[in-house]
Structures are given as structure tokens and as C-alpha cells.
């Protein structure tokens, strides 16, 4: 005879906000966390863990689009950053943390979480620390080598940290557990792509763009050797830059697709033979599961250049090519472009050693840990 199942359930709080590289892995774990409890749902277990799962961000940019979006609710609280901004903008984001410390307090009172999950950034730093002050479990997910400001501050005080690189579990010592990087599953159903011309280069700087790398495009374009039909583009930029590149490419005539926000990035990364990008942790993850050989230009202005660290992980691989910000320049862009382009053969191998790296088993394995946590 069946015994009747009963239903444990668990509220999961997802601290993720600001910028794509925040959101996407945490929408990963918690698609995974919400498979889980669905299909447990028609178990005959005498209990079934079930999830109920809210995300913690901001009312701007991606995350009250891409949050709900996927199905998940959105808590908007108020936060600012503090990390390389000076002057009077960083006093007046200085005064925004006792506002952001009173909304979690009364965020977490109202939700009453078992567990709550950050991403980093500067809304993860006032709700991990209000909740390892209440006693909650807590689960931080490092995805860089070499973590980043708010993941140090959060160090002593997190339960268990899930960490993308070896490099930085002796940062978080007995508490660290090496997962790596959780992604979206449809970057490692990327088929391999045939080189021939003409040749699709995809350039992003991150889900806002950068500046640099856009700058740097465009200046290269009058420099693009005959015939410039050989040649196709995929151009990420960003809000601000979107109608100055657009406006570029066609004044030069060249065959190229530009888009503020590119919203399916692994149809995108398909296309592409070669991609040009900075080096976020998100972003080098992508690239190692999707099997795609890149140009990386690391972001110069980070004070514990994580993007390096991670950009040089790639390239000891043999999976990518490092160009500091410092020597870029158009005719270097052009030169790497041409050189990667002109053996197929190369990028094939390159390809070969990103899919290496990858860990597609990360936001399962880190899924366990909010299940432990719960427990």
C-alpha cells in the first residue's frame, strides 16, 4: 500500500541584482532547484522537498526584466555600489547602505528564508550579512578566480562557499567546495560550427557593453582588409554606444547585426567562429561550454583583476588569447582577428580545449549545497 507523501517545504532567497553576470547563474541554480521540487511533486516519497523561491535586486537594469521573466519574484531593494567610485557619487551611494540595511532586515523578516543564496555585487553584501547575523544559512557563490570585494567581506561570515577555480577555495578554506560555474544549459547544446568565410565575429563587453571594446571596433573598421564582405559582425553594445556603432558599421558598409542587449546569447555564441569580449566570470564560463575560441580583453579598472585571472585561465588552456586593455588598440584588434581567422584549423583546437574546462555539472552540484543548507 502507497503511504501518502508529505511535503517539506523550503523558502530559497536569491541575492542576485545589477548586471547579467549577477542574474544568469543564479537563474540557472534556481531553474534547477525549481525542476527538482516539480518533479518530486509526483513521488510517492514520504517526503518530497519542495522550494519556494524569491530573488533579492533592484527595480534597474536587467534584473526586473530578466527576474520575472524566468518566473521567479523580484524583491527590489534599494542599493548602491562603493567599489571604484570616488568623489561626491561614492559618499552619496555611501548613504544609500542604511537604507538597503533596513529594507533586507524587514525583506527577511517578512520571507523568512531557510537559505539565502549571493551572487556578490553590492546587493549581496547587506542581505548575507543580515542573514548570517540572523542564524540563516547562507551559501555564497564565487564565480572568479580571484574573488571580488564584497565575496571577501562575506568570507568569515558565509556558511559554505561555491567556487568556481581552485584558486579561490584556499580563500574561503574548510567552507569552500569547488563547483564551478553555473550556466545556462543551452550553451552546452552549442554544436561545433564549420570555419569558412565568411566569418562571424561576435564583440561584447557584458550585458551593459563596454565602452573600450566599442571604441575600439569602430576605429578598426575603416583599417578591415578587402574584401570586407569575408567578414560578418555581431555587435553587443550597450545602451549608451548602440546608435554611434550602429551608425558606423554602415557608414563602412560592412555586413553587421547591432544590438543594445542580445536576449538568447546561445544562439548567438552559435553563430560565431570567433568572439571578442572582456573576461567576467559568466562570460569565460560561457565560452568554455560552448566550445568557442575567443579574443578576451580583460576589464582594466578592477582593483583585484579578477577579469585577468580568469582571462589567463583560458589562456593557459590554449583556449583563448589575452590582450590587456593597456595594448589595445585598432590595429592590434585587427592583427589578432586576422591571425585567429586565417587557420581554421586553430580554432578548432581552441574550441576543443574551452569545452575542456567546462563543468556542466555546476548549478546541479551547487543546487546539493542549497539542499544541504536547507536540510
Known sequence: MSRRMATESHRVLMVAGGTGGHIFPALAVAEVLRARSEARAGLAEDVAARYQIEFVGTKRGLDSRLIPSAGFPLRAISGAGLKGIDGWRRIRNFLVLPRSAVETALLLREFQPDVVVGMGGYIAGPAMLEA?????????????????????????????????????????????????????????????????????????????????????????LPLLPPPAASWRFIHQTGERDYNEVRQAYQEQEINAEVHAFIEDMPATFARADLIVSRAGANTVAELAA??????????????????????????????????????????????????????PARLAEMEQRARRLARPDAAERIADLVEELAR
Open 132 to 220: 548570517a547575523l540572523r542564524d540563516i544559512p547562507t551559501l555564497l557563490i564565487e564565480p572568479n578566480a580571484v574573488p571580488g570585494f564584497t565575496n571577501l567581506v562575506l568570507a568569515p561570515v558565509v556558511r559554505l562557499a561555491a567556487v568556481g577555480y581552485e584558486e579561490a577555495a584556499r580563500v574561503y578554506g574548510p567552507k569552500a567546495r569547488v563547483t564551478g560555474h553555473p550556466i545556462r544549459q543551452a550553451f552546452f547544446r552549442i554544436a561545433p560550427k564549420p570555419h569558412v568565410a565568411p566569418f562571424t565575429v561576435l564583440i561584447f563587453g557584458g550585458s551593459q557593453g563596454s565602452a573600450v571594446l566599442n571604441a575600439c571596433a569602430v576605429r578598426s
Open 290 to 343: 560552448a566550445g568557442k575560441a575567443a579574443l578576451l580583453i580583460p576589464f582594466a579598472a578592477a582593483t583585484d583583476q579578477h577579469q585577468m585571472a580568469n582571462a589567463r585561465t583560458l589562456e593557459r588552456a590554449g583556449a583563448a588569447r589575452v590582450v590587456p586593455q593597456a595594448e589595445l588598440t585598432p590595429e592590434r584588434l585587427l592583427k589578432e582577428l586576422q591571425e585567429l581567422l586565417a587557420s
